[in-house]
Structures are given as C-alpha cells and as structure tokens.
C-alpha cells in the first residue's frame, strides 16, 4: 500500500532563513503527484503546491518550492524567507489517493 | 466565488448521541472529501463522494456514514457517539480526485 511519510514531527526556524521539510513516498506507481497543505493554528488547510512525477522542473510558487527527488520518491519542500506567518503544521499529501502524512510543525523564531 | 462551507462550526453532543455534519462544495466541484482530525494529530481520510455515489471509504466503523445530494452538497452523520469521536471534521472539493482540494474551516465536535 502507498504509504507518505514526514519523518520531521517539529521544526524550527529563524525569521528570514530557509527552511525544508521532508517528505516520501512509497508507492509502486511510476506515474504520482504530491500536494503540500499548510494548517495554521486557526484549522484551515491551504493548499501551496503540487509536484507531479513526470514534471520536468521542480515546482516553485512564491517562497515555496519543492525539491523533487525522482529516485528517492522525495519532494521536500523548501520555504525561503521565513516568516513568523509561516509558523503552521505543513502536511504533503499523495496525488493518487486520499492520505496525509502525519505532517510537520514549523515554528518561526523572531 | 464562495468557498467549501461547513456548518455547524461547533457542534456538542453526549455519549450515544447522533451528529450531522453539513458541507456545500464550491461550485463546479463534484467530489467531496471527509476527514478527522483529532487534537494534534494529522488528518484520517473518512469519506469520498463523488456524483452522488460513495466511491471510497477510509478505515471507520459503520457508524460513520454519509450521503451526497444531487446539488453535491454533502452530510456526515456519526452514531453511537463515543468519545474519541472528539475531533475537528474537515470536509474538502475538488473538481476530480486527481487535483488539489479545498477545504472548509471544519466542524469542532465535541462528545461528552
């Protein structure tokens, strides 16, 4: 079965510096997509960005990119910039069916 | 456009109780998604509807069900309330399983 992990349960970061949180997937699948949600303490999940497997360039929407490692079955994602807005719990999501990975707190440090 | 809209936004019930949870897609959208989420842990896939039919359903009793009317609007309903039922209840759309989802701001139920 598919299964997505976030090995991170914590993170922090200071204002300003980057910071990547980690995902995988295994999956047999060689066709997959991977979504990223960010949950702020005010419960709302907000979608950030997707990464398809047979895209050829590593997906970027802002401060948000993703560094996709085919062979690895890995998109991390990479938030530059940090802002104390970004502190949240960032959960990945597999493409193909319905499940979350247990997800990340990032905590901003001024 | 309006968003995913849930209602009610808290919702308190005791033990053996029953709840309905209510859910209105953003519109275009045919499939609609049920998640938990308990206190600090991630989010366990309930539900899946889509053109009026259940098509998947995550690992919960029977006493979770739910049902998705011709306008795609969507109803959870919990029996036999326990209390590790407690949990935010997101509902989620989209336009097909394949794509991101919207979410809307949950329902917090309480069991006592």
């Known amino acids: 079965a598919q299964k997505i992990t976030q090995t991170q349960p914590g993170m922090f970061v200071q204002e300003k510096e980057a910071v990547t949180l980690d995902c995988t997937y295994d999956t047999s699948d060689q066709s997959y997509g991977l979504f990223w949600y960010k949950q702020p303490s005010s419960g709302e999940m907000i979608f950030l960005i997707y990464q398809g497997s047979y895209d050829e360039q590593n997906a970027t929407e802002g401060r948000y990119s993703l560094n996709f490692q085919k062979a690895r079955k890995s998109t991390n994602l990479v938030i530059s910039a940090s802002q104390l807005g970004d502190s949240a719990m960032y959960f990945c999501k597999d493409g193909n069916q319905f499940y979350f990975g247990t997800g990340t707190s990032l905590t901003v440090i001024p | 456009e309006a968003g995913v809209t849930q209602s009610p936004t808290h919702l308190i019930k005791t033990r053996g109780q029953q709840a309905t949870l209510r859910c209105s897609p953003i519109?275009?959208?045919?499939?609609v998604y049920w998640y938990q989420q308990a206190l600090g842990l991630g989010l366990q896939f309930l539900l899946w509807?889509?053109?009026?039919?259940?098509?998947n359903r995550g690992n919960f009793p029977p006493r979770f069900s739910g049902r998705q009317f011709p306008n795609y609007s969507s109803e959870l309903n919990v029996n036999a309330l326990e209390l590790e039922d407690s949990a935010l209840y997101l509902c989620?759309?989209?336009?097909?399983?394949?794509?991101?989802?919207?979410f809307g701001s949950g329902t917090q139920l309480s069991v006592l």
């Open positions: 989620a759309s989209s336009k097909d399983r394949y794509e991101k989802l919207f």
């Open positions: 519109s275009g959208h045919t499939s």
């Open positions: 509807y889509d053109e009026g039919e259940e098509r």
